[in-house]
Protein backbone atom coordinates (compact mmCIF):
# COMPACT_ATOMS: atom_id res chain seq x y z
CA UNK A 1 0.00 0.00 0.00
CA UNK A 2 1.38 3.78 -0.93
CA UNK A 3 1.66 5.64 1.76
CA UNK A 4 -0.11 9.39 -0.41
CA UNK A 5 -3.16 6.91 -1.48
CA UNK A 6 -5.55 7.11 1.08
CA UNK A 7 -7.07 3.99 2.29
CA UNK A 8 -9.34 1.94 0.60
CA UNK A 9 -8.57 3.58 -2.97
CA UNK A 10 -5.63 2.08 -3.99
CA UNK A 11 -5.58 0.85 -7.45
CA UNK A 12 -6.41 -2.74 -8.39
CA UNK A 13 -4.09 -4.93 -9.75
CA UNK A 14 -4.93 -4.88 -13.42
CA UNK A 15 -5.45 -8.88 -14.82
CA UNK A 16 -2.41 -7.73 -16.94
CA UNK A 17 -0.52 -8.19 -13.91
CA UNK A 18 0.07 -4.49 -13.60
CA UNK A 19 -0.89 -2.22 -10.95
CA UNK A 20 -2.53 1.01 -12.15
CA UNK A 21 -4.92 0.51 -14.86
CA UNK A 22 -8.36 -0.85 -13.82
CA UNK A 23 -9.94 -2.86 -16.84
CA UNK A 24 -13.51 -2.71 -16.93
CA UNK A 25 -16.07 -4.47 -19.24
CA UNK A 26 -19.57 -2.88 -19.49
CA UNK A 27 -22.75 -5.35 -19.63
CA UNK A 28 -26.01 -3.35 -20.34
CA UNK A 29 -28.99 -3.82 -22.80
CA UNK A 30 -29.57 0.21 -23.07
CA UNK A 31 -27.62 1.99 -25.40
CA UNK A 32 -27.74 5.48 -24.11
CA UNK A 33 -26.25 4.12 -20.74
CA UNK A 34 -23.49 1.31 -22.32
CA UNK A 35 -22.32 4.25 -23.91
CA UNK A 36 -22.05 6.80 -21.53
CA UNK A 37 -20.40 4.36 -19.01
CA UNK A 38 -17.72 3.21 -21.48
CA UNK A 39 -17.19 7.29 -22.10
CA UNK A 40 -16.67 8.23 -18.74
CA UNK A 41 -14.77 5.02 -17.82
CA UNK A 42 -12.48 5.99 -20.81
CA UNK A 43 -12.19 9.50 -20.12
CA UNK A 44 -11.28 8.46 -16.66
CA UNK A 45 -7.23 8.22 -15.72
CA UNK A 46 -6.35 4.98 -14.89
CA UNK A 47 -9.40 2.90 -16.12
CA UNK A 48 -10.11 1.70 -19.24
CA UNK A 49 -13.20 0.04 -21.11
CA UNK A 50 -12.29 -3.57 -22.25
CA UNK A 51 -15.79 -3.95 -24.06
CA UNK A 52 -19.35 -3.15 -24.22
CA UNK A 53 -22.01 -5.82 -24.48
CA UNK A 54 -26.05 -6.14 -25.24
CA UNK A 55 -26.67 -9.14 -23.62
CA UNK A 56 -25.19 -11.54 -20.85
CA UNK A 57 -25.12 -13.99 -23.54
CA UNK A 58 -22.83 -11.45 -25.85
CA UNK A 59 -20.58 -10.83 -23.01
CA UNK A 60 -20.20 -14.86 -22.12
CA UNK A 61 -19.12 -15.07 -25.59
CA UNK A 62 -16.70 -11.91 -25.66
CA UNK A 63 -14.69 -11.85 -23.01
CA UNK A 64 -12.56 -13.70 -24.29
CA UNK A 65 -8.20 -13.11 -24.01
CA UNK A 66 -8.68 -9.49 -22.50
CA UNK A 67 -10.05 -10.18 -19.25
CA UNK A 68 -11.24 -7.10 -17.72
CA UNK A 69 -10.85 -6.81 -13.94
CA UNK A 70 -14.40 -5.36 -12.83
CA UNK A 71 -18.14 -5.98 -14.72
CA UNK A 72 -20.82 -3.64 -14.38
CA UNK A 73 -23.26 -5.84 -15.11
CA UNK A 74 -26.98 -4.67 -15.39
CA UNK A 75 -29.15 -7.54 -13.66
CA UNK A 76 -32.98 -7.20 -15.34
CA UNK A 77 -31.13 -7.62 -18.89
CA UNK A 78 -33.05 -9.57 -21.74
CA UNK A 79 -32.29 -13.24 -22.06
CA UNK A 80 -30.34 -14.72 -19.70
CA UNK A 81 -30.77 -11.89 -16.41
CA UNK A 82 -27.55 -10.27 -14.99
CA UNK A 83 -27.98 -12.49 -11.96
CA UNK A 84 -27.67 -15.79 -13.45
CA UNK A 85 -25.01 -14.88 -15.69
CA UNK A 86 -22.70 -13.37 -13.15
CA UNK A 87 -22.61 -16.96 -11.71
CA UNK A 88 -21.22 -17.85 -14.67
CA UNK A 89 -18.60 -15.17 -15.56
CA UNK A 90 -17.35 -15.71 -12.11
CA UNK A 91 -16.97 -19.86 -13.23
CA UNK A 92 -15.26 -18.94 -16.06
CA UNK A 93 -13.16 -15.74 -14.61
CA UNK A 94 -12.83 -16.13 -10.96
CA UNK A 95 -10.77 -13.22 -10.55
CA UNK A 96 -13.35 -11.39 -11.97
CA UNK A 97 -14.82 -8.56 -9.78
CA UNK A 98 -18.44 -8.18 -9.82
Known sequence: MRADIPV???PLASS???VGTT????????????EGLQMLINGTD???CTGTY?????ALSG???DVPDVA???IGLPGMSGIEG?????????DLLL
Open 16 to 18: NGG
Open 8 to 10: GTE
Open 54 to 58: RSMED
Open 23 to 34: NVAIIEDRREIR
Open 46 to 48: SYR
Open 86 to 94: IALLKARHP
Open 72 to 74: LVD
Open 63 to 65: IGA
